[in-house]
């Protein structure tokens, strides 16, 4: 490893690219299909709130404007992980962060499992989704463990989990809250949390890259993001469509379950069904893109989001046109995702955990205020134009995404 002192402008990611010189002996089909689930039982936690909105705003006596800003504050918790967190892999390694974060996601859980208002359930939820960054340790490091050409393909198995997690979450939550009532949701998701923990003791460790201090780490993302210009516009075409997919899906819930449809909770949970062909759709990309296809995908992902809104919402009266926008948006929304994250973590392989954490916390920083609005332009402008919106925002990922 190089002196840190002697090389201080590759360090903070304004010196000319390296190679990839990792260690990547050891990572087996078995462990990916480990990261994979880890992945999912990770970023489930952010989306178990989305189906359970009506329910927790009766718990907690509360309007469902106040109870739809709830994705919104997992969200923002979620971003400050990426930001704060994620970056520590390059110092204190894959085995000794994921035991803090399993550890202080079950504390964030038991909380928000025990809370009998919404401030206590709004903190836990910020710790919830603060903790809940595991997914976004693995890709990185998984990255850093296999060779450059298969980068894409292990970065979509690892992504399949994780929008796995999405789906399941919805589905799960919605079930469960009409069986048992919304807590049970959070303490299965403890008892699933030390599963995966355990399940992931064998992981290989990817070497540490460098010996910068925390602060060095989190002064060197700005500097980072600079030199980078195809991170920047891989970051922000995500960004504006995944903005987009949590308009849709904060409102969609309040829309179904309301008057005009009268769905159940369980109902608008198994909505979320739907992404199960998203999900394998990541899988046939894998290879496409390790051909270095990410532009292309990226631009038609962002075009099939937007007609998937276009549907949901100039159709919303219908319970099939819903189900096909909303597949439709998935669908984008995965491959979308998988493509632009792909190309940002081969800008630089020697700060991987730093180029996730500058795309991911662009992400779903965007992700937690399309949240926000999808609950509050609901409730100003109705459905209609609030999917309309979001279809302008994903025709503004892929006008960004052409460009690139």
């Known amino acids: 490893m190089a002196d840190v002192r002697q090389a201080p402008k590759r360090l903070y990611g304004v010196g000319p690219k390296t190679a990839d010189t990792s260690d990547r002996a050891g990572l087996g089909s078995r462990h990916v299909a480990w990261m994979s689930i880890a992945a999912g039982v990770s970023v489930a936690n952010i ?63 038991a909380l928000a499992a025990s809370a009998t208002g919404y401030p206590v359930f709004a903190a836990a939820s910020v710790l919830l989704g603060a903790t809940s960054v595991l997914a ?30 999405i789906v399941g979450a919805r589905v799960i939550a919605g079930a469960l809250d009409g069986l048992l009532g919304w807590r049970p949701v959070y303490a299965l998701s403890a008892l699933a949390t030390l599963v995966v923990h355990l399940a992931l003791r064998r992981l290989p460790e990817p ?15 700005l500097p980072l993001l600079r030199s980078e210009r195809g991170l920047r516009r891989a970051a922000l075409t995500a960004a504006a469509g995944f903005a987009a997919f949590n308009i849709f899906w904060t409102a969609v819930t309040l829309y179904v379950t309301g008057p005009t449809h009268g769905w159940s909770t369980t109902g608008a949970g198994l909505l979320g069904l739907v992404g199960v062909v998203g999900t394998a759709t990541v899988l046939a990309t894998g290879r496409f893109l390790d051909r270095g296809a990410q532009r292309g995908l990226a631009v038609a992902a962002a075009g099939v989001m937007a007609l998937g809104l276009l549907i949901a919402g100039l159709w919303g009266l219908s319970a099939g046109a819903l189900i096909l926008g909303a597949l439709l948006l998935d669908s984008g929304a995965r491959v979308s995702n998988v493509a632009n994250q792909t190309h940002a973590l081969r800008q630089r392989p020697e700060a991987r955990a730093r180029l996730n954490t500058l795309y991911m916390t662009t992400y779903f920083a965007a992700g937690s ?5 999808g609950a509050l332009l609901f409730a100003h402008i109705g459905w209609t134009l609030t999917t309309l919106a979001a279809a302008a925002l994903a025709a503004l990922g892929a006008t960004l995404a052409a460009r690139a």
């Open 136 to 165: 976004q340790i693995l890709m990185p490091a998984a990255a850093s463990l296999v060779p450059p050409e298969a980068v894409g393909r292990t970065t979509a198995r690892i992504t399949v989990g994780l929008f796995g997690g």
């Open 207 to 221: 070497p540490l890259r460098h010996a910068l201090g925390y602060r060095a780490l989190l002064r060197s993302l």
């Open 47 to 109: 989306y178990y709130v989305q189906p359970l909105l009506r329910p927790l705003a009766t718990s907690f006596a509360v309007s469902d404007a106040l109870a739809g800003l709830l994705p919104m504050i997992t969200m923002v918790g979620y971003a400050a992980g990426l930001l704060l967190v994620v970056p520590v892999l390059e110092r204190a390694g894959l085995h000794r962060l994921m035991r803090w974060l399993n550890a202080g996601r079950l504390i964030a859980l």
């Open 369 to 373: 205020v399309g949240s926000a609005a």
